[in-house]
């Protein structure tokens, strides 16, 4: 069998290249969506409540709310008031889009940079673990994984920490290795202290770190010196952490955007749940084919194919992991996965909020198994790295073309069907809660800029019976035939019967439609008779 022979570090840069190309191709085809928008409102100092309210409004007037952003501070006290998480991203982030302005294309490629930075990071880990060639086939396997892919091409926090949460493993691998200068403790704490300004999870990290350290100092019984400066490192990262500690804590009081993460559930479903979707997690780090909005005989195919890659490479790390004496549970990365996995599980169980709900929050656990995987294959063909690669490939074309990997509320599916009338269109979208304005942003935005003859306004929500919305435009209404939408995220009861513009009386015509909780009801509207 043929083994891999990636020992040319020359290599690299194509790697590299790979993984940029793969990450900026099609990287505006999807329309922003909701965590991308709050990214987007908070790196420009701004708020969602700056949405004009009851003013009909071109879609192309909407988007002019992502321009002009402020100063850094201001990007700080946005994210520090409005929302729940570190600030270093936003701040960062708010630089970025003063220097390469606010397009899509510019908010996303910030994460690109730092997901091509992860690849380069992955290399030196591996090469640091178990040599170049573990290094390479690391760096290939996070260039292609549709999990890496996915990280870097949304407007988020999450390749930033990956990337520095690779290269702070980097130099706890060396300082476990008694490489230890001065340079690798500093950036050792440096950029565990990062991390934490860059996402809350990336506590875990921190704590998987620490406690494979203690374990091993304990073990092996190092000298008191050894010993005292790893607990000084340690207690520098909390240092430097403390300016911000106070205002975390006010974060972790609060329900803010986790509430969704606390699911009410069968016993049953609550024990069985969180261990599907992690291996769920798993196979999206490897292959991901259309399961979402297609037919039942597709999501069976897709599933079957993805299972027998995901099963066939699982075996492949089987046996590599029988032959590579260097994985075992003794080994620091391994202990290190266990523990990101096990406090996952930790705040899943314990208090009620489900970490493995969304794949994205594996995000402290994917460079690990990543390099695990790695040195897992380093004595496996070369073909099942060609799977791998070619299974990813496969699966970013699939996502890239808005088959795979689906936002649940569907927004570009819902702004384009907002935008298909042949007709003078007027949409009217409620938020019903502030929370739910970066949603109805979203579709408004994902309408076609090429539709014509098009208005939207944000509203209260439309009564019950009869409804005249107060428009303070309401003369921008076309006297001729209209049609108009209702779009209303959460609404329990009917739309009404009747809604009465300026000089138009509107029907519904068609059924109710809902989306992943998101209802629209279409109307037909014609001229009110003198």
């Known amino acids: 069998m043929p083994k891999l022979r990636l020992t040319n570090q020359s290599y690299l840069p194509l790697i590299l290249v790979l993984a940029a190309l793969l990450r900026l191709w099609r990287l505006t085809a999807k329309p922003l969506w909701v965590d991308e928008l709050y990214t987007a409102f908070y790196s420009l100092g701004k708020s969602l409540n700056e949405i004009p309210l009851n003013t009909l409004l071109p879609p192309e007037q909407y988007w002019t709310l992502l321009d002009d952003p402020g100063t850094p501070w201001q990007a700080a006290a946005a994210i520090t008031s409005q929302s729940n998480h570190p600030p270093l991203f936003f701040v960062v982030m708010n630089g970025w889009l003063q220097g390469l302005g606010t397009s899509v294309w510019s908010m996303r490629a910030f994460a690109v940079l730092w997901g091509v930075a992860a690849v380069a990071g992955i290399f030196c880990l591996g090469r640091r673990l178990a040599g170049p060639r573990v290094g390479m086939i690391a760096a290939l396997l996070m260039t292609v994984s549709p999990y890496g892919v996915y990280l870097s091409q949304e407007a988020r926090h999450y390749s930033l920490a990956v990337a520095i949460a690779i290269f702070a493993l980097v130099n706890w691998i060396a300082l476990l290795q008694e490489e230890r200068s001065w340079r690798i403790w500093l950036s050792w704490i440096g950029l565990n202290a990062l991390g934490l300004y860059v996402h809350y999870f990336y506590i875990f990290s921190i704590v998987a770190q620490w406690s494979v350290t203690l374990s091993k100092l304990l073990w092996r019984r190092h000298r008191l010196s050894q ?17 911000w500690l106070p205002t975390a804590l006010v974060h972790f009081q609060s329900e803010g955007g986790t509430s969704w993460l606390s699911q009410s559930t069968p016993i049953w479903q609550t024990l069985i749940l969180p261990w599907l979707q992690s291996l769920v997690a798993a196979v999206f780090m490897l292959i991901l084919l259309p399961v979402e909005q297609v037919p039942t005989g597709v999501v069976i195919v897709s599933a079957l194919i993805m299972l027998t890659v995901f099963g066939l490479v699982v075996y492949q790390l089987r046996q590599g992991w029988q032959q590579e ?28 909020k489900d970490l493995t709900l969304a794949p994205r929050y594996f995000f402290m656990l994917y460079p690990a198994v990543t390099v695990i995987a790695a040195i897992a294959l380093v004595h496996r063909g070369r073909w099942v790295v060609g799977v791998a690669i070619a299974a990813g490939i496969i699966s970013q074309l699939f996502i890239s073309y808005d088959l795979a990997l689906l936002k649940s509320y569907l927004p570009g599916q819902v702004g384009r069907r ?16 502030n929370s739910y304005r970066a949603r109805v942003l979203s579709y408004v935005l994902a309408i076609p800029p090429e539709t014509p003859d098009i208005q939207v306004a944000f509203t209260e929500p439309a009564a019950l019976e009869t409804w005249q919305p107060s428009l303070v435009n309401s003369n921008t209404v076309p006297t001729e035939k209209v049609t108009l939408w209702l779009v209303e995220p959460q609404r329990q009861i009917p739309f009404p019967a009747k809604v009465v513009l300026a000089n138009q009386i509107c029907s519904p015509t068609g059924d109710r439609i809902k989306t992943e909780g998101t209802r629209q009801q279409k109307y037909q509207c014609g001229p009110t008779v003198s």
């Open 227 to 243: 010993t005292l400066f790893w607990l000084l490192a340690m207690a520098a990262t909390v240092l430097l952490y403390l300016p």
């Open 418 to 433: 907002l935008g298909t009338a042949d007709q003078p269109t007027i949409v009217l979208v409620a938020p019903q809660r």
């Open 325 to 352: 004496l260097r994985l075992d549970l003794g080994s620091p990365i391994v202990g290190y996965s266990l523990m990101v996995f096990g406090l996952m599980l930790a705040v899943t169980y314990g208090i009620g």
